[in-house]
């Protein structure tokens, strides 16, 4: 900052020199040094900058601009490509599997491409985590209704081949009322390893858990590449919220008011049932 006199008009000024942030020309901004009643600080404020420099920096920065968006637009073509690709065709192996019916089918070709699913990792003889996974997963199925079979697709792959054939699937489905639109799936061990690697459904520390495994459930959407991680022994209505935020779902069903909620009478017994039991029982004794 500084003081002159301007030869031309006799005027003491203040003069503000500042230099931008990018080194363009500089800005002198001019005004008026007034002090009391003096006659000098009546006259107008008069503001100066400089056009030269005022022009070139808003042509640098439309062409910064420019610049800007056009890579803003091959980032977004890019990343809807790439994620189109990565968890697709090229990156899952397409193993044969075989479902509790018996049928042949491929996991990508004929399980996942084009279609929404939910895949996690059980075997029969677990008596920890999967009767609980499974009996969850029955409830979410319970739930989604008309969905099974159209908007998604269940998923649930033995981690003990040898043992899971498909009539010890078969069976085993009966018992948690597996419906249509889930299929219990089995096939080559070292195939159900690589498959299950390539998912995220298996850990180097599931050797040294109880079940051999983690209650993961995989959510994907195999139209745009993006796959999700859950528990597969959540909340049952939180799961499937989850899963109709995740793939998009518009629910037109109108809900009820919590003022329409019948008043609560549950008794000691049926409080235990249901909070401890009801995942994997019924009140007939059939697990």
């Given at each position: 900052?500084?003081?002159?006199?301007?030869?031309?008009?006799g005027?003491?000024?203040?003069?503000?020199?500042?230099?931008?942030?990018?080194?363009?020309d500089?800005?002198?901004?001019?005004?008026?040094?007034?002090?009391?009643?003096?006659v000098?600080?009546?006259?107008?404020?008069?503001?100066?900058?400089?056009?030269?420099w005022?022009?070139?920096?808003?042509?640098?920065?439309?062409a910064?601009?420019?610049t800007?968006?056009?890579?803003?637009?091959?980032?977004?073509?890019?990343?809807?490509?790439?994620?189109?690709?990565?968890w697709?065709?090229?990156?899952?192996?397409?193993?044969?599997?075989?479902?509790?019916?018996?049928?042949?089918?491929?996991?990508?070709?004929?399980?996942?491409?084009?279609?929404?699913?939910?895949v996690?990792?059980?075997?029969?003889?677990?008596?920890?985590?999967?009767?609980?996974?499974?009996?969850?997963?029955?409830?979410?199925?319970?739930?989604?209704?008309?969905?099974?079979?159209?908007?998604?697709?269940?998923?649930?792959?033995?981690?003990?081949?040898?043992?899971?054939?498909?009539?010890?699937?078969?069976?085993?489905?009966?018992?948690?009322?597996?419906?249509?639109?889930?299929?219990?799936?089995?096939?080559?061990?070292?195939?159900?390893?690589?498959?299950?690697?390539?998912?995220?459904?298996?850990?180097?520390?599931?050797?040294?858990?109880?079940?051999g495994?983690?209650?993961?459930?995989?959510?994907?959407?195999?139209?745009?590449?993006?796959?999700?991680?859950?528990?597969?022994?959540?909340?049952?209505?939180?799961?499937?919220?989850?899963?109709?935020?995740?793939?998009?779902?518009?629910?037109v069903?109108?809900?009820q008011?919590?003022?329409?909620?019948?008043?609560?009478?549950?008794?000691?017994?049926?409080?235990?049932?249901?909070?401890?039991c009801?995942?994997c029982?019924?009140?007939?004794?059939?697990?």
């Amino acid at each position: 900052m500084a003081f002159h006199v301007d030869s031309e008009v006799g005027v003491l000024q203040q003069v503000i020199v500042h230099r931008p942030l990018l080194a363009f020309d500089e800005v002198e901004v001019i005004f008026p040094y007034t002090q009391g009643n003096d006659v000098h600080g009546a006259r107008s404020a008069v503001a100066t900058i400089s056009a030269s420099w005022l022009l070139i920096a808003l042509l640098r920065w439309k062409a910064m601009l420019k610049t800007l968006l056009a890579a803003t637009a091959v980032a977004l073509s890019f990343h809807g490509a790439f994620a189109a690709t990565k968890w697709g065709a090229d990156y899952f192996p397409d193993i044969v599997l075989t479902t509790q019916d018996g049928a042949k089918v491929r996991f990508y070709e004929d399980l996942v491409k084009g279609k929404n699913v939910a895949v996690n990792v059980v075997y029969t003889s677990c008596r920890d985590e999967c009767p609980l996974e499974t009996a969850r997963m029955a409830e979410v199925q319970r739930l989604l209704g008309d969905r099974m079979g159209k908007d998604i697709f269940f998923l649930s792959i033995s981690i003990d081949p040898e043992k899971d054939t498909p009539q010890v699937l078969k069976a085993y489905t009966g018992k948690f009322g597996v419906g249509p639109g889930w299929l219990f799936l089995t096939g080559k061990k070292d195939d159900i390893k690589a498959l299950t690697r390539k998912l995220g459904l298996s850990r180097t520390s599931d050797a040294f858990s109880k079940d051999g495994h983690a209650s993961s459930l995989m959510l994907g959407n195999d139209a745009n590449g993006q796959w999700m991680r859950n528990s597969a022994v959540d909340n049952p209505r939180f799961l499937a919220a989850t899963m109709a935020g995740f793939f998009g779902w518009k629910d037109v069903q109108p809900t009820q008011s919590y003022a329409q909620a019948r008043p609560l009478d549950i008794g000691r017994a049926q409080f235990t049932f249901e909070s401890r039991c009801a995942s994997c029982h019924t009140a007939s004794g059939r697990t």
